[in-house]
Every structure is written in structure tokens, then in C-alpha cells.
């Protein structure tokens, strides 16, 4: 015989975790420049995009993860220091800042004339 464990896990589903999602980005769109200017990243474009990123992400992950937890707050936020979530988050890290610095520079070509 084999051991079966059931793991039971209640929380939102896939259509509200998208909603929080959007809502989150939406929300916290407007403190990445300020932010990533404050902490010395700098007040370009890649910067901007690379903090809008962790912004959303962080938020996203604390509203799930506390509804998830049963509105503790403590719980959600040891969700923050998994492998899985800081791997996530380097990803969008990094897929924010080479999408941000490869249309600026696009943008920047079409600009001046160089198609």
C-alpha cells in the first residue's frame, strides 16, 4: 500500500486571483516611480518598469495569500520569503526591465527617423 495525503487548500479562485491581479497593477501603478527614484534605482523608464513590477507582484501575493490565510496578515506574509515567489518575482523583474529598455529603445529609433 501507498500513503495518500489529501492536501485541502480554500481560498480565492482562478478568476478572482486575475481580478486582484489587475486591481493590484492598477493600484499600485502610480508609487513605482517615486519609489525606485527613492531607493536609488533611478527615474527611467526601466526603472519605473522594473518597480511597477515588484509592486504588483508583492501586492498581489499579500491580498491572495491573506485571503488564503484567512485574513491573516502574518501568514500572507511569510509567502513572501518562498523559493517559488522570489523566483517569480526575478522573472517579472527581469521580463519588466528588457521589455521597458527594448521598446524605449524602439521608440527611440522610430523617433529619430531610423527605421
Known sequence: MHKHERKVIQ?????????????MTILTQGAAAP???K???GSGLVAKAVMGAVLSA?????????MQNKGNPF??????????????LAIKMA?????AGVMA???????????
Open 39 to 41: 531607493i536609488g534605482l
Open 75 to 88: 501568514k500572507a506574509a511569510k509567502t513572501l520569503a518562498t523559493k517559488e515567489f522570489l523566483k517569480s
Open 58 to 66: 508583492v501586492a498581489t501575493q499579500l491580498t491572495a495569500a491573506t
Open 11 to 23: 481560498g480565492p479562485g482562478q478568476a478572482l486571483m486575475a481580478i486582484i491581479a489587475v486591481a
Open 95 to 99: 521580463s519588466a526591465g528588457l521589455t
Open 105 to 115: 529603445q524602439y521608440f527611440l529609433i522610430c523617433k529619430n527617423g531610423l527605421e
Open 35 to 37: 519609489l525606485a527614484a
